[in-house]
T-cell receptor
């Protein structure tokens, strides 16, 4: 199993719907998880951090962490065309340099007007 | 607040030419610094990371090298570029103290090798 896995998509949702992005992880990562948004041709931008089991909400974004099942998800409510981007899931690496993150390959989201 | 600067934004270089990309961070001390490469349509590949001045760890053996001459400066270099070095190069930082911190990225350099 890869350390951090994401479905590459593309995931297509209509405007106003809920977009659900999922990420699974292995035992080789630690318990800090991050979601980044990357627009085409731009650098990744941190949008959510989650460190403990459960939900964390920030505006239209909700991050969910389930340690027992080893998955983390990002829900985007009331999806807008401006949310169309690639979403990267990242986790801190267990052991080694504590600053290192392991990134998934990203899920491409397309929000159709 | 902290900011990260990366330049140039775009670069076109011939095969066999040298390379120097620079990254600086403001507003923090002793950050961890990272260089990534992202090929077109691909994921992030960690190239180098540094936890302090002169301390460089290489993740992928290749014709690139990195240096950290000052606390908040990170340089990516090559003596002779290959076609396969084309890509989007990203510098990132996170605090040097405490694990589990997110990384913050610069705007990136898009490198095209001709």
């Amino acid at each position: 199993q890869k350390e951090v896995e994401q479905n590459s998509g593309p995931l297509s949702v209509p405007e106003g719907a809920i977009a659900s992005l999922n990420c699974t992880y292995s035992d080789r990562v630690s318990q800090s998880f991050f979601w980044y948004r990357q627009y085409s041709g731009k650098s990744p931008e941190l949008i959510m951090s989650i460190y403990s089991n459960g939900d964390k909400e920030d505006g239209r974004f909700t991050a969910q962490l389930n340690k027992a099942s080893q998955y983390v998800s990002l829900l985007i409510r009331d999806s807008q065309p401006s949310d169309s981007a690639t979403y990267l899931c990242a986790a801190s690496r267990r052991g080694g340099s504590q600053g290192n993150l392991i990134f998934g390959k990203g899920t491409k989201l397309s929000v159709k007007p | 607040s902290q900011t990260i600067h990366q330049w140039p934004a775009t670069l076109v270089q011939p095969v066999g030419s040298p390379l120097s990309l620079e990254c600086t961070v403001e507003g923090t001390s002793n950050p961890n610094l990272y260089w990534y490469r992202q090929a077109a349509g691909r994921g992030l590949q960690l190239l180098f990371y540094s936890v302090g001045i002169g301390q460089i760890s290489s993740e992928v053996p290749q014709n690139l090298s990195a240096s950290r001459p000052q606390d908040r400066q990170f340089i990516l270099s090559s003596k002779k570029l290959l076609l396969s070095d084309s890509g989007f190069y990203l510098c990132a930082w996170n605090p040097g103290t405490g694990g589990g911190q997110p990384q913050h990225f610069g705007d990136g350099t898009r490198l095209s090798i001709l």
